[in-house]
């Protein structure tokens, strides 16, 4: 079992910045690749951007140039930087540990999520 808490959400005005953290503890060998969602009322939750364990990224053109997703394996902890936030960012930012199976090792983890942080951004 994997426990994933995140911190960091909150109001900003437009154009401001916030930084997301999301710690994992439990079975951290389950934890490799990580990822940031983001969900409105009504909507599907969406991608914002990923992260390998060796750091290589990936993100939405939505957040390109403004977002920025690292980790600190040491720690077990990702990060979302948050920069030049816009009125449509706001949402509730979720990470997620995606499942992680290597059956010849008898490796075998469900996806985990975070419990969610709220990020408002006033126009």
């Known amino acids: 079992q994997v426990q994933l808490v995140e911190s960091g959400g909150g109001l900003v005005q437009a154009g401001g910045s916030l930084r997301l953290s999301c710690a994992a503890s439990?079975?951290?060998?389950?934890?490799?690749?990580m990822a940031w969602y983001r969900q409105t009322p009504g909507k599907e939750r969406e991608l914002v951007a990923s992260?390998?364990?060796?750091?290589?990224?990936n993100y939405e053109d939505y957040v390109k140039g403004r977002f920025s997703i690292s980790r600190d394996n040491a720690k077990n902890t990702v990060y979302l930087q948050m920069t030049s936030l816009r009125p449509e960012d706001t949402a509730v930012y979720y990470c997620?540990?995606?499942?992680?199976?290597?059956?010849?090792?008898?490796?075998?983890?469900?996806?985990?999520w975070g419990q969610g942080t709220q990020v408002t951004v006033s126009s």
């Open positions: 439990g079975d951290t060998i389950c934890v490799s690749d």
């Open positions: 997620k540990a995606p499942q992680r199976r290597v059956p010849l090792l008898g490796l075998r983890c469900d996806d985990y």
């Open positions: 992260i390998t364990r060796g750091g290589s990224t």
